[in-house]
């Protein structure tokens, strides 16, 4: 019988793969350079913690989480992780990380689960690799997650992604905001589509984020944020970027970027590529100055980002990789029951010694093992044969020069070692 996968589950296949490890390392490398931690936190969390920190009325919650119940706590629901922060943040209240150290940067990769209509760039079950960094209201801790990114980009060799900044005002600004779109939309309404006018009443500030036409037509009016921000939060923002520009940032303004999270606070980014077709957000995050709080720590500002790793991928594309990881350094050709019984302790041999061997597992001929050893890329191919091993030899061929050479078997794992580490 057979089984397919999932839809909006994806394989990550060889092939594919090296292009995802090369970003990782990348990741780590640069995450490295600015002095964050790995934090790793479950994939499954109760579900309070996500409805809780991203908003009761966000599409996220609302529709695309995977819920079941708890088989151990009867009425208590479990979620796959939505996204990263919030687990984060549960983590650092719940280890108290604070006390020892309020200011943490973390980082995270692994996969996250949205229930969404799968497309291109779209799934639903996606990876993150993500960033936060706890504890710090300053804006050039802003400016530092922006930069980080940009590094990271140009170390993976993406070009052509944009910036977009937002700034979302605080509390104390954002409900005068919140009122005077509400009136303006209020105006409109039965231009809106169901969606929004089911938003105006619960969440106003997501109409700006609809993509129905007529609904991006009649918010192109709509008053700009911009101008509600109270005096902290202008000067914040404005400082995010005087650094930006200090340190050769591009970036545009778009006061209609609202983000499908609602912990966010203040400086809100979109990182996107029009390469990407209509799920164009690469990397995407911002402050979260209110979340420790609410979820029972002390008042810790924050701010992150993450990164869509099938976004990044698919800009990337798949590219050649320096993939000896993949390639073996030498490969065993055995003709003869002698010759294979020889082999295998041999090959277990230089392994140990951190050479990686492949060999064939059936007593196929000659010429199929050198088949297969050109398929997989061996550097070297050992040919042992009944007879060779009786006189206590063997026949080395370098696959890359095709040059053959007798050697002897006594000490052979030396020469290997040898002869591949010289390269
Ligand atoms: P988000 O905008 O929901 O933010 O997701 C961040 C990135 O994850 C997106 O820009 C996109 O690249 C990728 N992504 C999201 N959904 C999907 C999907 N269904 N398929 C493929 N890729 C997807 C967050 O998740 C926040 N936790 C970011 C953050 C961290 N804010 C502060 N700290």
Redesign the pocket.
Known sequence: MKISSIKGFADILPGEVETWQFVEQKAREVFALYNFSEIRIPIVEKTELFSRSLGETTD?VEKEMYTFPDQDAKESLLTLRP???AGVVRAYVEAELYKVEPVRKLYYLGP?F?R?RPQK????Q?Y?I?G?ILGRADAYADAELLLLLGEFFSNVGLDGAALELNSLGCVRCRPAYRKELLAFLAQQENKLCGNCRRRMERNPLRVLDCKEESCVAITAGAPSIQGFLCQDCREHFETVQKLLRETGVDYKLNPRMV???DY?CRTTF?WTSDRLGS?N??????R?DGLVEDLGGPPTPG??????M??LVLLLGTREFDADGARPSVYFVSVGDGARAWAFPAAHKLRRRGISVEMDGEQKSLKSQMRRADKVRARYVLIVGDDELAKGTAVLRNMDNKEQVEVRLDGIDEALAERINAK
């Open positions: 996220i996204e990263g922060t996250m949205r969404e760039g779209r799934l639903r996606f993150q993500g936060e983000r499908g999270l966010y979109e799920q957000a690469v990397a995407a995050g911002g979260y701010v992150g980002f993450a990164m869509g099938e976004r």
